[in-house]
């Protein structure tokens, strides 16, 4: 190990991960491909780690739980499977949360499922969690899996749903937290919910502390925040609101209050809020940068809060975090800088670094000894000389709303003038982007374009008049704001105007199709990944799934600036319905079993411009859904994509 918080030391540690020059482009599939190592996490006693670790075929994933400084002693396949994250659950337990796209038996419900498992380090077994219960639970976690001990046996406590009926809407069903031993998969439950309960927070011994219940009627969503008083509950804190209502974050270390988040009046905003147990009664606002998170632990105790600035920050209220990490910072500065796991005297923390010509690397930091070590890379086959530089911009939007965002530049043409661009607008749209490693960004970078990636007005992160910005602009300012971004990169000379294309997933797909068919002589091509095509039809689809008068519906009119799901209005802004305005050869690329966004919406805009003559191509991902999670169709999409944009926008 080398001494931390040196610059030779930090040399040393660089040096074990980086790899040598290379001349030529890495391969798309160095981008592309699943990380080779993630969800690192370190053992309570601080003498082990776990992780994830996809294999070179692309696809086959396996659980690592190996000593620090040892051989691994547990490694268990999981084949293709869908793994989200691994965490520790006590010294001899990895729990493992997969996902699947399923329905559940007996329940009309298709989309995204959670389920777990736990891994004995010592025996190697794996044990579904749950396995059986007294009572009919749907095998499906409704939240996250938290660590514990109770009566004495290595726990996790989660939320399943007891389903008495046919749906999870059905009155006789109820929301329950339960215990799960991780050695026999049996579930206990701990407290029993109701129909209209949503979700608990409770200590690791099983304790709860509080619930929140949350009822859906047709103009506003009533949010109720319960205290557990004794034997009974007390309601406390009551919100009712169209579409906006808090969220229940955890406990202070003192033990004394919850974070909650409450809406400031006079700021316009939601800001992270101390309720005081006692009383029940909303406390101070925390924090003066309007902090958007917190950093939680096993025992649902805040550690410490989150910001973005284009890198997360951290303002930590647990003394050995907030002593230790300027330093921490002071190592790999000009990187971001991530929490990923601690033990819990906070001895020892793993970090995961990225950014600037960092591709993503995990490294443990022993703060008793003062040492770094790296511990592996999430893409090994980048080297340096791989990846582009990200730089932050910032440019006046038409109507003058400042918009913020990065761009990436071809690895060693910092300093280029007159680049190919692609505009690359993120999902949601209520998201944004950051300043990390973007396997997207970087490797069309890698075939030498300049990317642009805007937080156009509606992106989360800049606050909520921010977001309001957006409402009833999806086609119109939000549009502009992507065309305002090549405006000023042109001016810079950065980027040569006549050769930009734009690219995007989700809503950035919609962009995309936006681009080609509601603007004209801006992009000279369009990629969509995962599009929404036909407004109108995508508001029917989600009426169809939660009712016309649902809070999904509701959100989407109020981001759409329309009275009504089916308003007609929504034709203009539909790129399908628009078919015969593109001004563009436009590729679609849609995941088969995308449950957030319809396959059909692509199957409709191809078949649209086919009957206008535009030029399109459309690519299938067999079994994939909205988010790429498979290797191989990370690669097909990639490929396919930089393929397209490569014979409309040649990069040389």
């Not at 992780?51 to 490694?75: C, H, K, M, S, W």
């Not at 406990?251 to 005081?276: A, C, H, M, N, Q």
């Not at 998201?431 to 937080?455: I, M």
């Not at 999904?552 to 802004?573: C, H, Q, S, V």
Request: hydrophobic share 40%; aromatic share 10%; glycine share 10%.
């Amino acid at each position: 190990m080398k001494k931390l918080f040196t610059a030779a030391a930090m040399a040393l540690a660089l040096g074990g991960l980086a790899a040598s020059p290379v001349q030529a482009a890495a391969p798309l599939e160095a981008y592309g491909r699943l990380p080779s190592m993630e969800s690192v996490s370190i053992s309570p006693d601080g003498t082990m780690i776990a992780f994830i670790v996809t294999a070179d075929t692309g696809n086959d994933r396996y659980i690592v739980v190996q000593p620090l400084g040892g051989e691994p002693i547990q490694t268990a396949s999981i084949g293709f499977r869908k793994v989200r994250y691994i965490k520790w659950a006590g010294n001899d337990h990895v729990v493992i949360v997969t996902s699947t796209m399923d329905v559940v038996p007996g329940v009309f419900y298709a989309g995204e499922m959670f389920q777990a498992a736990s891994l004995n380090v010592r025996n190697g077994k794996m044990m579904p969690l749950p396995k059986r219960s007294a009572e009919s639970v749907v095998n499906v976690l409704m939240d996250d899996v938290q660590p514990g001990v109770i009566d004495g046996k290595p726990s996790v406590l989660t939320s399943l749903y007891v389903a008495d009926g046919i749906s999870y809407q059905y009155k006789g069903n109820h929301l329950d937290l339960y215990s799960i031993d991780l050695d026999t998969g049996i579930a206990r439950r701990q407290q029993m919910g109701d129909s209209n309960t949503s979700s608990y927070l409770a200590r690791s011994d099983g304790t709860p502390l509080a619930k929140v219940s949350f009822r859906e009627r047709e103009t506003v969503s009533q949010w109720t925040l319960s205290l557990r008083k004794g034997s009974t509950w007390q309601d406390v804190y009551r919100v009712d609101a169209p579409i906006d209502t808090p969220d229940l974050f955890g406990i202070t270390r003192d033990g004394t209050k919850l974070v909650v988040d409450s809406y400031d009046e006079k700021e316009k905003d939601w800001r992270l809020t101390y309720l005081d147990i006692a009383s029940g009664k909303l406390g101070d606002y925390i924090g003066s940068v309007k902090p958007r998170g917190v950093i939680r632990d096993d025992d649902s105790v805040v550690l410490g809060y989150s910001s973005y600035d284009g890198f997360t920050e951290y303002d930590f209220t647990e003394p050995a975090l907030k002593a230790a990490w300027p330093m921490i910072k002071g190592v790999f500065k000009g990187k971001q800088v991530t929490l990923a796991s601690w033990t819990p005297d906070f001895g020892k923390l793993v970090v995961y670094v990225d950014a600037s010509t960092e591709s993503g690397a995990y490294y443990l930091v022993d703060l008793t000894a003062k040492k770094v070590n790296p511990l592996g890379r999430a893409y090994p086959k980048l080297a340096a000389a791989d990846v582009g530089e990200v730089r932050p911009i910032k440019y006046a939007a038409a109507d003058g709303l400042e918009i913020t965002g990065f761009l990436t530049l071809p690895p060693g043409k910092s300093n280029a003038k007159g680049l190919p661009l692609i505009v690359l607008p993120h999902g949601g749209p209520q998201s944004r982007e950051t300043a990390g490693f973007d396997w997207w960004a970087q490797s069309l970078a890698s075939r030498g374009y300049a990317v642009l990636q805007p937080n156009f007005r509606g992106s989360s992160g800049f606050g909520e008049a921010f977001v309001n910005a957006g409402h009833g602009e999806w086609g119109r300012k939000m549009q502009t704001d992507l065309s305002d971004g090549v405006t000023y990169l042109a001016a810079q000379g950065t980027i040569d105007p006549k050769r930009v294309c734009i690219m995007g997933g989700s809503y950035g797909g919609y962009a995309a199709l936006a681009g080609a068919t509601l603007q004209k002589g801006v992009y000279r091509c369009a990629v969509a990944v995962a599009p929404v095509a036909d407004v109108g039809d995508f508001l029917q689809w989600r009426a169809d799934k939660g009712g016309t008068k649902s809070l999904t519906i509701r959100y989407w009119k109020r981001f759409l600036g329309i009275d009504a799901y089916n308003d007609p209005k929504l034709a203009l802004i539909s790129p399908t319905k628009q078919a015969a305005q593109a001004s563009a050869p436009i590729m679609l690329i849609h995941g088969k079993d995308d449950t957030v966004v319809p396959y059909d919406q692509s199957v409709d805009m191809t078949k649209a411009l086919q009957a206008a003559g535009k030029p399109v191509e459309f690519v299938t991902l067999r079994n994939e859904d909205h988010w790429l999670s498979s290797a191989e169709t990370r690669l097909e999409m990639l490929t396919s994509a930089v393929t397209f944009l490569e014979k409309n926008n040649p990069p040389n």
